[in-house]
């Protein structure tokens, strides 16, 4: 694949819904990628009535307390769930974000995404670099959890 004309890799390298979230954020000044982010976390779904948050994987790089599922018995469709607590309007941006971004999409499609997209949100303006943290460690543990 070969770069585009302002150095970045072609769309294609994300899916489909992905793409389009960040084509949103890079459409907006910072202040209001931050509405966009809590937006997101008010967004995120409920966890289904069979899975309990004591069997989710916690990913402690998160500021915030966050769990996640990755659910890849049908690898062609691919099912995440997170949680993470009302008053952590960005950790739960994150998760959204991924969520709406990877959830039912196969595993080969969520492997091929590149760890960089995160940096296309733009959300290093008005996050913390550790919170920016959190959301990589999120893709990663979503990535080994299909490769192991």
């Given at each position: 694949m070969s770069d585009s004309a302002d150095g970045r890799p072609p769309e294609t390298a994300l899916p489909a819904a992905l793409a389009e979230i960040v084509d949103d954020f890079e459409a907006v000044g910072p202040r209001d990628r931050t509405t966009m982010l809590i937006e997101f976390g008010r967004e995120l779904a409920p966890l289904p009535a069979e899975l309990e948050q004591s069997a989710m994987e916690p990913v402690p790089e998160c500021q915030s307390p966050l769990?996640?599922?990755?659910?890849?018995?049908?690898?062609?469709?691919?099912?995440?769930?997170?949680?993470?607590?009302?008053e952590a309007p960005t950790t739960r941006g994150f998760a959204a974000i991924l969520q709406?971004?990877?959830?039912?999409?196969?595993?080969?499609?969520?492997?091929?995404?590149?760890?960089?997209?995160i940096d296309r949100l733009g959300l290093d303006e008005v996050v913390s670099p550790l919170r920016m943290r959190g959301m990589s460690a999120m893709l990663a543990r979503i990535k080994v959890r299909l490769t192991s």
């Open positions: 769990f996640l599922s990755v659910d890849a018995a049908d690898p062609e469709h691919v099912r995440l769930h997170f949680s993470a607590p009302p709406q971004g990877l959830d039912g999409i196969s595993r080969a499609e969520i492997l091929a995404v590149p760890d960089a997209f």
